[in-house]
């Protein structure tokens, strides 16, 4: 039998999330070093946040289209809703590597994907972040609150001023 043909089970395929997800967040702190490196700390954060809002965008498009958002194993151990309505989300894959890095700081940024592809969906609104295990919490409480009309003209614009879009991961 051909590996592509052979039945995998959900702890396999579990694994295999796994996997790509190590390898995205891989991927994540090695384009931040070298904007980092290459263009200096404020300007190169500038830039990889700008990069996620844009990563966000596309994500939240394909999700209004229909898409799924993400895979059903392995990106978190635990999600679960609070009686406040929050999202409380434990055992992040991505925060993982970048602890297992030490690059919490770089790793943060692409947290900022949450407010940018819940706006791309409904520019009303946006997912931010009250604690996040890439900044070093034990968890990630995610909120979904209102827009400013100055959220909205941050995203349409794609400036420097989008790390205001969750303001908890701003780390100056």
Do not use: W
Request: proline residues 2%; glycine residues 6%; aromatic residues 6%.
């Amino acid at each position: 039998m051909s590996e592509e043909s052979k039945t995998i089970s959900i702890d396999e395929a579990a694994l295999e999330v796994e996997i790509a997800i190590k390898r995205l967040a891989l991927m994540h702190l090695s384009y931040a070093k070298v904007l980092i490196d290459e263009f200096g700390k404020k300007k190169g954060k500038e830039l990889i946040i700008k990069a996620i809002a844009v990563y966000g965008t596309r994500i939240g498009e394909n999700t209004a289209k229909g898409a799924r958002d993400l895979p059903r194993f392995s990106v978190h151990k635990e999600v679960f809703q609070n009686e406040m309505g929050e999202y409380i989300v434990r055992g992040c894959a991505l925060a993982k590597v970048f602890k297992e890095y030490d690059e919490l700081e770089l790793g943060a940024l692409y947290c900022y994907v949450d407010p940018a592809k819940s706006m791309a969906t409904d520019p009303s609104q946006k997912i931010i972040h009250k604690t996040c295990e890439a900044c070093g919490d034990d968890k990630c409480t995610l909120a979904v609150v209102e827009t400013t009309e100055k959220d909205r003209e941050i995203f349409d614009k794609k400036n420097e001023d989008l790390k205001h879009l969750n303001p908890y991961l701003i780390r100056e």
